[in-house]
């Protein structure tokens, strides 16, 4: 049980290029959370998803796009990549049933945009 | 506009003493609170969580305290250990059928040995 992935580790990215984010779980987990935490902040939430098929705008969308066409995979897409956008990525999941609301969180990618 | 927060960017304490660490929120509508300890280059991991209905939930070293008149939690981490030296994030959760939480920006934490 591998629990949340995330690739790559590290990238750095020239301005306007792009890039795809991945994400899997195999935790069977029906919500799946994309964070960035910036140097000193906490975590913002970019997108989140509660299944297959449907996402959602957290509070940090703009230049970010998501797809969720399995319940393991949700990866994060980048279509022109700017400074602003150098940050940790952080994909989380999480239960739909029962009373915990802990999320689970993957190993974090580092991106720099330069 | 934060709504949670932790006041104390970092916090010192001495192996096997009490480590405290504060978070105070604004929005009367959570019902949820966890905390987090994330290490350097890892993604956060739970740490424990209290219900709003609850005063005090304990687990091992860790216990949280809720208090709701004042807003405000505590995590008590007792005897503290040098492997507790990590950031520690406050999050809450809105009241319903909603899993999206807001998060505080963190207190780092070094226990010294």
């Known amino acids: 049980n591998a629990g949340v992935t995330q690739t790559p580790k590290f990238r750095i990215l020239k301005i306007g290029q792009s890039m795809t984010l991945q994400c899997a779980q195999d935790?069977?987990?029906?919500?799946m959370y994309w964070y960035r935490q910036d140097p000193g902040m906490g975590l913002k939430l970019i997108y989140y998803s509660v299944g297959a098929g449907i996402t959602d705008k957290g509070e940090v969308p703009n230049g970010y796009n998501v797809s969720r066409s399995t319940t393991e995979d949700f990866p994060l897409r980048l279509e022109l990549a700017a400074p602003s956008q150098t940050s940790v990525y952080f994909c989380a999941s999480t239960e739909r049933r029962g009373g915990g609301y802990e999320q689970y969180f993957g190993p974090g990618t580092r991106l720099t945009v330069t | 506009d934060q709504q949670v927060k932790q006041n104390s960017p970092s916090l010192s304490v001495q192996e096997g003493r009490i480590s405290i660490l504060n978070c105070d929120y604004t929005n009367s509508m959570f019902d949820y609170f966890l905390w987090y300890k994330k290490y350097p280059a890892e993604g956060p991991t739970f740490l424990i969580s209290i219900s709003s209905i609850k005063d005090k939930n304990e687990d091992g070293r860790f216990t949280v305290f809720l208090n709701k008149s004042a807003k405000h939690l505590s995590l008590h981490i007792v005897p503290s250990q040098p492997g507790d030296s990590a950031v520690y994030f406050c999050?809450?959760?809105?009241?319903?059928?909603?899993?999206?939480?807001?998060w505080g920006l963190g207190t780092s934490l070094a226990v010294n040995p």
């Open positions: 935790m069977n987990h029906n919500y």
């Open positions: 999050a809450a959760k809105y009241a319903g059928n909603n899993r999206k939480l807001i």
